[in-house]
């Protein structure tokens, strides 16, 4: 998607010799709510045909653009919890997601009430990088006996090794910018 190109060109901040982006000044920390309307539109352009149910996002920095496609879609959004409690009782469905960015692991929760075997979840995120936070949204959907209609991501990092591997698992992964490569002196998208 150009624009989401543009804007990651102009306003991106690439770290960690070109293994992290900075995108927070219009994605995960300010957000540029018309750039998520113009990212939900095109979800919704790819996936009209699949019947969405649901939208499933991981907190935090999915929820914005999450909602922003639910609206589109005139479905419910839910958000995986990052979850504290220990002993969590039988009423969530619960998952294991390696952090990328801080190397913490999480167990991440969804309450049985919000999905079932009747939904079609279209999952929403701002990267996919290694893939544990797809795959543990994936598992949570699996767990609920629900249907996985696809992946909407924002940004790929296609150098690294998640989307080829979920994809390659059968799931359908459409990432808004691609980007092939990236270094402090720039990047290229696919
Ligand atoms: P994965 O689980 O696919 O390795 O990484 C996905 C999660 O890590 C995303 O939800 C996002 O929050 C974070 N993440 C991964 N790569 C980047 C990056 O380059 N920049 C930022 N800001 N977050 C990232």
Redesign the pocket.
């Known amino acids: 998607m150009k624009l989401l190109e543009e804007r990651i060109r102009k306003d991106g901040v690439i770290l960690d010799g070109g293994n ?4 927070d000044a219009f994605l ?1 920390h300010q957000m540029d709510v018309a750039l998520f309307g113009a990212m939900a539109d095109e979800w919704k352009r790819l996936f009209a045909d699949e019947k969405i149910t649901k939208i499933l996002t ?1 907190e935090a ?2 929820i914005g653009m999450a909602c922003i496609a639910a609206e589109r879609f005139g479905v419910p959004v839910i958000f995986a919890k990052k979850s504290k409690t220990r002993n969590l009782s039988g009423e969530f469905y619960t998952t294991k997601v390696e ?3 801080h190397g913490t692991v999480n167990d991440v929760i969804v309450s049985k009430r919000f999905l079932g075997p009747e939904d079609r979840v279209l999952i929403i ?10 795959e543990g949204l994936i598992d949570l959907v699996h767990q609920a006996g629900a249907t996985v209609a696809g992946a909407g991501i924002a940004i790929e ?1 296609a150098f690294q090794p ?1 989307g080829g591997r979920i994809r390659a698992a059968g799931v359908r992964v459409e990432s808004l910018a691609r980007i092939a490569s990236m270094t402090e002196d720039g990047i290229t998208f696919c």
Do not use: E, R
């Not at 992290?20 to 995108?23: D, H, W």
């Not at 990267?127 to 936070?133: I, Y």
């Open positions: 992290v982006l900075k995108v995960n991981i920095s999915g952090s990328f960015t995120d701002d990267f996919l990088a290694n893939g544990a936070a797809l990092k998640g």
